[in-house]
């Protein structure tokens, strides 16, 4: 079952973030087109050691959104990819520090 029917769109205030020293979070905004997929994370420097989350529709008080959303980061830079398009497809470069932090996916993605 896709992610989008398994989780379905979540809500405002269904997210609780526990930021501070040693720990961060972030939001990745992403296009509609990827809701239900898989985004991979792994520090700037590493292999992938399979981390992932799943791209979901949030409601917001203005419009729905489409965001992957990462907790209990350390600080660092990290590397994020489509799970399935770790080679052939963008890798997009953030840095996270211990607070949260927000990134938005290339629009024209062809992934």
Known sequence: MP????????QAGSVLVEVGPGRGALVVWVPPALEGRELAIWPAGAAWDGSHVAVRRREL????????????????RYHLAV????EDGPV??????EGLAEVRWPDDDPV
């Open 92 to 97: 997009v470069e953030v840095l996270v520090d």
């Open 61 to 76: 008080a203005t419009r729905p959104r489409y965001a992957a959303f990462f907790g209990g980061l350390a600080p660092g």
């Open 3 to 10: 992610a989008a029917e398994r989780y379905g769109p979540s």
């Open 83 to 86: 799970v399935g398009h770790l």
